[in-house]
Every structure is written in structure tokens, then in C-alpha cells.
């Protein structure tokens, strides 16, 4: 089975902290994705990647950045940590492929506070 | 550009009766793919079935089954004999696929989900 493990299923800061969100897969995916979901909202793409060091913004990147040094392992950054960023976080993993039926695999959540 | 439709934030069924969820979208893409996931209280999202958009039969896994309309953009998705377990939340989501010789990074777009709550 796909193992996506994220680092931490709560975390609490303050803001303007720096903070990482670490995500790892087992499954030697080519691609990986940052969502946030809010309440009413979904789940909304912040960044994704493609293959190592590449990336590519989604639909609400402001305020993040991304990493990705090793094909296993994705972090989203909070660059200085804000009230709004106060959310649940999921990352995901897929193949890359030219078919569409493949899923995305996701971990189980990081429920982020910011005070 | 994309977009997703669950009309309804919450839906109560009783257990062992089957319940419908249902999923509208919208693309000018000819091909796609689209996904239902179950997120339960526990925060996790887990994959429950897929139809793509030329397969001619509606998709079906176990208790999970996908009524595809394809000409009204629906993919709802049939829960048949309900479980307690089965109370969580449900989200459709489409992915599109590029044209031929081009790279799918995998992009999914999701509704806003709807939660289901299975009374005993």
C-alpha cells in the first residue's frame, strides 16, 4: 500500500514564525501536492511538484513556498505564519502519467494553528 | 477552467437504506477522470472509486457505486446499505487529461464535500 506520512497531526505557532510542514512518500511518486481545506472551501491547491526541485504554483500560493530535494519527500513552508493560515493541511502523491485514472494518495493531515 | 459542484453540505440516511451524493462539473476538456474520496472524522482521505469520461459503463466497487451522466456533467455517487461507518465526509473531484503528447502532473480539482451522517 501507499504510505504518505506527514510529520505532525497538530502543531501549534505563533505568528510570524517560519514553519515547515515535512511529507514523505514510499511509493517513488513522481508527483506531489500541497492542499489547505477549510470549511465550505474543499480542498484548494497551494503548490505541487513534479519531479525533484521543480514546482509549480496552484491556486492560492501566496504566503507558501515549497521544497522538494529528494523525490520522497515534499515540505510546505509557512514563510512568516499568519492568523489565516490557521488550517488543516493534507499533502498527496501520485504518479505521473498520461492516464487519468490514477488517484492521489493522501497522508492523514496536519491541523495547523497559528496564534 | 475547471470547477466542481456538491450541492449538498450535509445529507442524513438511515443505516442500511442507500443514499445518493451528488457531483456536478463543468470542463472544456473532452477527456477527464473523476474521483470520489471519504474523509471520516479522523482527518485522512481515502480513495473510493473513479469513472473516466469515455468508459461506457458506470463505475462500481463493492457498496460504491458511480451514476455518470455524462451529458448533464453529473457523477453522483450511490451509497447502497448504509453503514454507521460510512458517516464522514465526501468529496468528488475531476483531474483532467492533456492532450495527446502532453504531461499530466495529476492536478485534481475537488467540491466542497458533503458531510453524510448514517443514523442507526
Known amino acids: 500500500d501507499v504510505k504518505v506520512t506527514q510529520s505532525s497531526r497538530y502543531l501549534v505557532k505563533r505568528t510570524g514564525e517560519k514553519v515547515f510542514l515535512e511529507c514523505v512518500q514510499d511509493?517513488?511518486?513522481?508527483?506531489m501536492f500541497w492542499y489547505r481545506q477549510d470549511p465550505g472551501l474543499g480542498l484548494r491547491l497551494i503548490y505541487f511538484?513534479?519531479?525533484?526541485?521543480?514546482?509549480e504554483k496552484g491556486d492560492i500560493p501566496e504566503g507558501y513556498s515549497v521544497s522538494r530535494e529528494k523525490k520522497e519527500r515534499f515540505s510546505l513552508i509557512l514563510e512568516s505564519a499568519s492568523t489565516n493560515q490557521t488550517s488543516m493541511y493534507l499533502c498527496?502523491?501520485?504518479?505521473?502519467?498520461?492516464?487519468?485514472?490514477?488517484?492521489?494518495?493522501f497522508g492523514d493531515g496536519t491541523r495547523l494553528s497559528i496564534l | 477552467a475547471q470547477k466542481i459542484t456538491q450541492t449538498q453540505p450535509g445529507m442524513f440516511v438511515q443505516e442500511k437504506e442507500a443514499v445518493t451524493l451528488d457531483c456536478t462539473y463543468d470542463?472544456?476538456?473532452?477527456?477527464?477522470?473523476l474521483f470520489w474520496y471519504k474523509q471520516p472524522s479522523s482527518g485522512e482521505m481515502i480513495f473510493l472509486i473513479y469513472?473516466?469520461?469515455?468508459?461506457?459503463q458506470n463505475a462500481t466497487e463493492g457498496r460504491y457505486s458511480l451514476n455518470f451522466q455524462k451529458a448533464r456533467k453529473s457523477a453522483n455517487l450511490v451509497i447502497s446499505a448504509s453503514q454507521l461507518g460510512d458517516s464522514a465526509m465526501y468529496f468528488c473531484?475531476?483531474?483532467?487529461?492533456?492532450?495527446?503528447?502532453?504531461?499530466?502532473?495529476?492536478?485534481?480539482?475537488f467540491g466542497q464535500g458533503t458531510i453524510l451522517t448514517v443514523h442507526p
Open positions: 473531484a475531476m483531474r483532467e487529461v492533456p492532450n495527446a503528447g502532453g504531461t499530466s502532473y495529476g492536478k485534481l480539482t
Open positions: 470542463t472544456s476538456d473532452p477527456s477527464y477522470g
Open positions: 511538484s513534479y519531479d525533484v526541485k521543480m514546482k
Open positions: 469513472q473516466g469520461s469515455y468508459d461506457q
Open positions: 498527496a502523491s501520485s504518479l505521473r502519467t498520461a492516464y487519468s485514472n490514477q488517484p492521489q494518495h
Open positions: 511509493m517513488d511518486h513522481e508527483n
